[in-house]
Nanobody, 127 residues
Framework: QALLVESGGGLVQPGGSLRLSCAPS????????MAWFRQAPGEEREFVAA????????NRANSLKGRFTISRDNAKKTVYLQMNNLTPEDTAVYYC????????????????????WGQGTQVTVSS
């Protein structure tokens, strides 16, 4: 059973925008570090961005950094991923993940450090 639930995926044209949301299940406790990963067919799961409970953000060190923004609303226990200027290469299943630990920056991109996951939401960028 998924501990987190993603929503907001869908079909969007190149250059368009989407906002993904991630909410915990009823019995999922608040996680210190929350992150977004994505996985395209035939590829390994890759890190997108992470945010700590105190709001500190770590972004993927590539072109995604300027287009994707992670945020969280601790009162709602919800994490968001705002995606702008989308390209076909952004097409993937996007996963929300959570860790009980206040992860150091070097650990954040490693999926093995996250204990809570969602089932994923499909994002397709196509004309």
């Amino acid at each position: 059973q998924a501990l987190l639930v993603e929503s907001g995926g869908g079909l969007v044209q190149p250059g368009g925008s989407l906002r993904l949301s991630c909410a915990p299940s009823e019995y999922t406790s608040t996680r210190n570090t929350m992150a977004w990963f994505r996985q395209a067919p035939g590829e390994e799961r890759e890190f997108v961005a992470a945010i700590r409970l105190n709001g500190g953000i770590t972004n993927r060190a590539n072109s995604l950094k300027g287009r994707f923004t992670i945020s969280r609303d601790n009162a709602k226990k919800t994490v968001y991923l705002q995606m702008n200027n989308l390209t076909p290469e952004d097409t993937a299943v996007y996963y929300c993940a959570g860790s009980q630990s206040n992860l150091i920056t070097s650990s954040m991109p490693d999926p093995r450090f996250y204990d809570a996951w969602g089932q994923g939401t499909q994002v397709t960028v196509s004309s």
